[in-house]
């Protein structure tokens, strides 16, 4: 599975976002199942708040299983929260948090994301360096 950033998902569904025509094609490429948590989507939703027909293309993303939302609990708080503190000077916010949480809990490496800077710096279990797809 690839975790999908707010980035992407706004892309895919702002033909005029900058970076709309290298993720939409990214998308198109990718085989492996797509998924995501909350904290990503609310993001998304909020960039998109202007643009209520992208807003339905990502919920169609959702609702035809193109992209999974992949659960979080009340177990995830503390690893979330741990997160947030280590990398406090980029800041890393919830939805990054979350997809770093998610991504040790499921044993996933691969996230599609245009923020290469913040994604590059984060590690998975401390030490592995996540693959980028964009």
């Given at each position: 599975?690839i975790?999908?950033?707010?980035?992407?998902?706004?892309?895919l569904?702002?033909?005029?976002?900058?970076?709309?025509?290298?993720?939409?094609?990214?998308?198109?490429?990718?085989?492996?199942?797509?998924?995501?948590?909350?904290?990503?989507?609310?993001?998304?939703?909020?960039?998109?708040?202007?643009?209520?027909?992208?807003q339905?293309?990502?919920?169609?993303?959702i609702?035809?299983?193109?992209?999974?939302?992949?659960?979080?609990?009340?177990?995830?708080?503390?690893r979330?929260?741990?997160?947030?503190?280590?990398?406090?000077?980029?800041p890393m916010?919830?939805?990054?948090?979350?997809?770093?949480?998610v991504?040790?809990?499921?044993?996933?490496?691969?996230?599609?994301?245009?923020?290469?800077?913040?994604?590059?710096?984060?590690?998975?279990?401390?030490?592995?360096?996540?693959?980028?797809i964009?």
């Amino acid at each position: 599975m690839i975790l999908v950033d707010t980035g992407p998902l706004v892309a895919l569904t702002d033909a005029d976002d900058q970076y709309s025509a290298e993720c939409t094609a990214a998308f198109r490429r990718v085989r492996q199942p797509m998924g995501t948590v909350w904290p990503v989507l609310t993001e998304a939703m909020h960039f998109l708040s202007d643009l209520p027909k992208a807003q339905d293309s990502v919920w169609d993303m959702i609702a035809r299983g193109a992209i999974h939302l992949i659960p979080l609990g009340p177990e995830d708080v503390p690893r979330i929260r741990e997160l947030m503190r280590q990398y406090a000077d980029l800041p890393m916010d919830l939805a990054d948090a979350a997809l770093i949480c998610v991504a040790e809990r499921e044993g996933i490496n691969q996230f599609f994301t245009i923020d290469k800077k913040d994604f590059g710096v984060y590690r998975l279990h401390g030490r592995i360096r996540p693959k980028l797809i964009s």
